[in-house]
DNA sequence: ATGCCACGACTATCGTGA
């Protein structure tokens, strides 16, 4: 089972790009960020068409996410638990059934720039909600997985021009260590469990030419639950995409799962 | 030190992103 993540950058700008990229990679399940849109003006109609089950936790203007998914989704969850305050849609889970049972988590994290101040807060806070439920996951002994736009660069290595983020709310020291507190609940990163050393982008902004100086970062992540971990097969980077018209200023990242 | 580019909302700029 092939499932991605691919932060869009608006479903309205990204319907052909995503489109296109659809029909190439042909991804079981496609875990969707920033879909800056409401549910009711999500194009669903358009993903149906190919064959995939829509469900939408969208909001106006910012942030929003989406699962598309070519399996049923069940017991879909919208909402990172521990806060009725939180407006902002950024969480979205469902289970999808293979040769066995697979808990997906969408997630778009908090930037949390400008730092200090009350967005780097949000962010912290909101990681630590991410920090409960995945000690929840951890705890169910079953196979999950978290993936998203974390807006997290884990390590050094991870950025194109590591001296230029360390004080950005994606490289702080405290972001980075919020990061590894999950981490280290027992999840494996699916990139780095494959692949190692630098230059491994997944997001080039688009201002200053940095896609043509290959000034990236790499921020979109997978998570697994030890029992995803042992059907992980292969983790991918499709870096081409961001070459295209109209490109997202992010890259879609899968995982082949033995499911 | 700031804007560089792009998106969505509202229609001329502006908040937001990373």
Redesign the pocket.
């Known amino acids: 089972m092939k499932i991605a993540t691919f932060?869009i950058?608006?479903?309205?700008?990204?319907v052909n790009a995503l489109s296109d990229w659809l029909d190439e990679a042909q991804p079981d399940v496609a875990l969707l960020?920033?879909i800056?849109?409401?549910d009711e003006?999500f194009p669903r109609e358009l993903f149906e068409e190919k064959g995939y089950n829509v469900e939408t936790h969208g909001q106006?203007?910012?942030?929003g996410v989406a699962i598309l998914s070519k399996l049923p989704l069940e017991d879909v969850t919208r909402g990172l638990p521990g806060d009725p305050e939180d407006e902002q849609a950024r969480w979205i889970e469902a289970t999808v059934v293979g040769k066995q049972a697979i808990r997906l988590c969408g997630l778009?994290l908090?930037?949390g720039?400008?730092r200090p101040g009350p967005?780097y807060d949000y962010k912290l806070a909101w990681m630590e909600r991410l920090h409960a439920r995945a000690q929840e996951l951890m705890a169910a002994e079953a196979p999950a997985l978290m993936a998203g736009?974390y807006?997290i660069i884990p390590q050094d290595e991870d950025a194109a021009r590591p001296e230029v983020w360390q004080e950005?709310?994606?490289a702080y020291l405290d972001s980075r260590a919020a990061y590894r507190r999950i981490l280290n609940l027992g999840f494996t990163e699916a990139f780095r469990a494959r692949t190692q050393g630098p230059e491994h982008y997944s997001?080039w902004?688009?201002?200053?030419g940095a896609w043509n100086r290959n000034d990236g970062?790499r921020?979109d992540h997978f998570l697994l639950t030890p029992q995803a971990a042992d059907l992980l097969v292969d983790c991918q980077i499709d870096k081409e995409i961001r070459g295209r018209e109209?490109p997202?200023?992010?890259v879609p990242v899968w995982v082949e799962l033995d499911l």
């Open positions: 932060n950058n608006g479903i309205k700008a990204r960020q920033e800056k849109s409401v003006n106006k203007s910012f942030n778009y908090p930037n720039n400008p967005k736009d807006n950005d709310a994606l997001f902004d688009y201002q200053a970062i921020i109209k997202s200023d992010h």
